[in-house]
């Protein structure tokens, strides 16, 4: 079964805790993604990985970091995290070049207060 | 740069009328053209795509044809059911050194019963 799993699905924390996003994907695809979705901003780029270990920051790497140590799971790392970044994150795969499909997770909801 | 820029929502129709969501794109590369959809609680998963300009793509009633002499990606339907209710996306897919996929801002379609 194709699938991306995000985990947890809800988090709360405070300002300037530490956050971890997991992420774990059963295609074997090579490229991940890191979205995150604001109302009326649709969905922005935070980080793209082309393999373990090859990442690129996307639109909005601001305050993020990523790590990539086996090709199924990409985690997103929030340092001292902050109010603005509340919002819901979702981590993406795909097979190859931007010309196929991406599947994505069914989201992290983060709350920072 | 790259971009997609796609009609502002919501849109609300009635159930048996017809659906146009607008669509333009912006690139200096050969794009892979896509449109998503978005339930809620859900993360977007591909309703259809199209790699080749003047080429139609179609899934679940809804079409769209990829003109590039225009740079438009219009998705359509002919009749729209209270099922379809959800946000939709265009997106743009970048192969190459900077693969990656780029998307709308998202465009909420409410269908009344």
């Known amino acids: 079964d194709m699938k991306v799993t995000q985990m947890p699905r809800y988090l709360i924390k405070r300002m300037g805790e530490n956050v971890l996003l997991e992420c774990g994907q059963d295609m074997s695809h090579e490229t991940m993604y890191w979205y995150r979705q604001d109302p009326g901003l649709g969905l922005q780029l935070i980080y793209i990985?082309?393999?373990?270990?090859?990442?690129s920051e996307g639109d909005i790497p601001k305050g993020y970091r990523v790590s990539r140590k086996k090709r199924e799971h990409f985690s997103l790392i929030l340092d001292s995290a902050k109010t603005n970044q509340t919002s819901v994150y979702f981590c993406a795969s795909s097979f190859g070049q931007g010309n196929t499909e991406v599947f994505f997770g069914k989201g992290t909801r983060l709350t920072v207060v | 740069g790259d971009s997609v820029t796609q009609t502002e929502g919501p849109v609300t129709l009635s159930e048996g009328t017809s659906l146009t969501v607008n669509c333009s794109y912006e690139?200096?590369?050969?794009?892979?053209l896509f449109w998503y959809v978005q339930y809620p609680g859900e993360g977007p998963q591909l309703l259809f795509k199209?790699?080749?300009?003047?080429e139609k793509g179609s899934n679940r009633g809804f079409e769209a044809t990829y003109n590039k002499e225009a740079t438009s990606f219009h998705l359509q339907k002919a009749s729209v059911q209270e099922s379809d209710s959800a946000v939709y996306y265009c997106?743009?897919?970048?192969?190459?050194?900077?693969?990656?996929?780029?998307f709308g801002l998202g465009t909420t379609l409410q269908v009344q019963p």
């Open positions: 199209v790699p080749k300009a003047n």
């Open positions: 690139t200096k590369q050969y794009p892979t």
């Open positions: 990985s082309y393999d373990v270990d090859s990442n």
């Open positions: 997106a743009l897919g970048i192969t190459g050194n900077t693969r990656k996929l780029i």
